[in-house]
C-alpha cells in the first residue's frame, strides 16, 4: 500500500497515523466532517477488512445533509429552514410553517390560499378508516392506534408508492398533513367511548382539530381563540427538530422507497417510545410527586443524591435553554388565562428558577427544555397524558414529510443499512437433538 503522507496534504484535511502499521492516510475535511467510506483504506493487512466507526445512538455520526432544520445546541439556536423559531411562533401559523419545510420556502399569498385550501379539502379520510379504527380494544392507547392507521393509509392509496413523481409526492403529504389531526381525534374519541366527530372545514386547522376532539351536541363547537392559537404554537414548535430518533426512523425506513405512509408510521412508533416522546408525561409525573414547594429542597437534594430524576431538564442536543422552552412559557399564560392555572406550575416555576440558580445543574448545563411546560399546557386543555404524544405527532408531521421529501430526491442517499461488531461464536459444530437432548 502506498504511503500517502507522500502525496502533498490539502489544508482541509485529517492526517491518520496507523500505528499498527505505520501508514499515514490524508482524509479530506468537508463541512467538519470526514466520510466514514475514507476510513475503509486504512487496513492492518490486505486481507483484513478496512477500519470502520463504532457509534452507537449515532452520537457524533452525521447521516445525511439537510436544509429543512438548524440547530445550535450551545447557543440555544432553533431555526426552520434559516427562519429563528421565536419569529416563525410569534408571526407565522403552523399550516405556513409546514409549508416552509415542505418547500422551502415561505409561501406567496396565493401560494398560501392554495396550500390551506388542499390541506382543508383532504381533512375527510374513507369511511373504512372509521371501521377499522372502532377495532380496537376500548382501552388501545391513542398512539398505538394513530400508527396503525397511518400506516393503513398506503393500502388506501397504492399510487403513493410512486415515489419518485413529485406531483405524486405533493398530493401524500398534503393528505398526511390534512388527515393526522381526524385520525388522531378518532383515537381521542374511541378511547373514551364517544362518536367521531367529522371534519368542520369552515374552522382553522387548530380550531377544527378542537372541535373533532370535544365537539359534543352544540350545532357547532366554538374553540376559544387564545387555545386554538396555543396549540397551533405548540405544533410549530414540534414541528422539526433535525435528526432527532423520529426523523432518523422515517429517513431509515424511507431509504427502502417504500411509501410515505409507512415512513411515517415508523417515525411515529419511534416517537412512541418514552425517551422521545413521552418525556413531557413524565414531568408531570414528577411535579406531582414533589407535590408541594415545600417539598422541592427535599427532591432537589435526592437529584443530588442520586436517588430522584429531574424530568424535563437538559437535553441531547441544547447545552444552553431550549428556545422551544421559553416560547411554550409564555403560551402558559394564555392557556392558563382560559383554563384557569395548572396548580403544578407554581412547582415548576420554583423547579427552573433553583435549577439556573444551582451551581449544581448550572455546571451540568441542565436547562429546560421543550417538555417541561408543554404537559402542563396539555392537561389544562383536558387531554389525558396518553394523547401528549399524539399531539407532538401531528405537529411534527410536516417535519418528517420534509426529511421524507429531502431524502428520496437526494442522490447520495443509500438504503440503510449500518454495521456491525460481531461479539458471538464462530464455527460451532452442530449437534443432533438426538445427542443433546439424551
Known amino acids: 500500500m502506498p504511503d500517502q503522507a507522500q502525496q502533498q496534504t490539502p489544508s482541509e484535511s485529517l492526517t491518520v497515523l496507523d500505528n499498527r502499521t505505520g501508514q499515514k ?15 475503509v483504506q486504512i487496513k492492518a493487512s490486505e486481507e483484513a477488512p478496512g477500519l470502520a466507526v463504532y457509534d452507537p445512538g449515532f452520537t457524533n455520526t452525521a447521516s445525511c445533509r439537510s436544509a429543512v432544520t438548524y440547530i445550535d445546541g450551545e447557543k440555544g439556536i432553533l431555526e426552520y429552514r434559516g427562519y429563528p423559531i421565536e419569529q416563525l411562533a410569534e408571526k407565522s401559523t403552523f399550516l405556513e410553517v409546514a409549508y416552509l419545510l415542505i418547500h422551502g420556502e415561505l409561501p406567496t399569498r396565493e401560494q398560501y390560499d392554495a396550500w390551506v385550501h388542499e390541506i382543508t379539502y383532504h381533512t375527510f379520510v374513507h369511511e373504512n378508516v372509521k371501521s377499522f379504527m372502532h377495532g380496537f380494544r376500548y382501552d388501545s392507547h391513542p398512539m398505538g392506534m394513530l400508527m396503525a392507521s397511518v400506516g393503513a393509509l398506503s393500502t388506501f392509496y397504492p399510487d403513493a408508492s410512486n415515489i419518485k413523481d413529485p406531483d405524486n409526492r405533493h398530493i401524500q403529504i398534503v393528505r398526511m398533513i390534512a388527515k393526522m389531526p381526524t385520525l388522531g381525534a378518532w383515537s381521542f374519541r374511541h378511547a373514551q367511548g364517544k362518536p367521531f366527530v367529522y371534519p368542520d372545514n369552515d374552522l382553522s386547522y387548530t380550531a377544527n382539530f378542537l ?11 366554538e374553540a376559544d381563540e387564545r387555545l386554538a392559537k396555543a396549540l ?53 409525573r414528577m411535579l406531582r410527586r414533589i407535590g408541594t414547594k415545600e417539598n422541592i429542597p427535599d427532591f432537589i437534594k435526592g437529584v443530588k443524591d442520586g436517588n430522584e430524576r429531574l424530568m424535563g431538564f437538559g437535553h ?11 416560547i411554550i412559557k409564555k403560551a402558559c399564560d394564555d392557556v392558563f388565562e382560559v383554563t384557569g392555572v395548572n396548580p403544578l406550575l407554581e412547582i415548576a416555576l420554583e423547579l427552573e428558577k433553583i435549577a439556573l440558580e444551582d451551581e449544581y445543574f448550572v455546571k451540568r448545563k441542565l436547562y429546560p427544555n421543550v417538555d417541561f411546560y408543554s404537559g402542563l399546557i396539555y392537561e389544562a386543555l383536558s387531554f389525558p397524558p396518553e394523547m401528549f404524544t399524539v399531539l407532538f405527532a401531528i405537529g411534527r408531521t410536516p417535519g418528517w414529510l420534509a426529511q421524507w421529501s429531502e431524502l428520496v430526491q437526494d442522490k447520495e442517499q443509500k438504503i440503510a443499512r449500518p454495521k456491525q461488531i460481531y461479539t458471538g461464536a464462530h464455527q460451532l459444530d452442530f449437534t443432533a437433538r438426538e445427542e443433546r437432548w439424551a
Open 25 to 39: 492516510y490524508d482524509l479530506p475535511i468537508t463541512d467538519g466532517t470526514i466520510r466514514a467510506g475514507d476510513l
Open 211 to 221: 372541535s373533532m376532539l370535544f365537539k359534543m351536541s352544540e350545532h357547532r363547537f
Open 232 to 284: 397551533d404554537v405548540l405544533f410549530i414548535l414540534h414541528a422539526d427538530h433535525e435528526q432527532n430518533a423520529s426523523a432518523n426512523a422515517v429517513r431509515a425506513v424511507g431509504s427502502t422507497q417504500v411509501d410515505p405512509y409507512s415512513a411515517v408510521a415508523a417515525g411515529i412508533g419511534a416517537l412512541y417510545g418514552p425517551l422521545h416522546g413521552g418525556a413531557n408525561e413524565a414531568v408531570l
Open 316 to 326: 441531547r442536543v441544547y447545552k444552553n435553554y431550549d428556545p422551544r422552552a421559553k
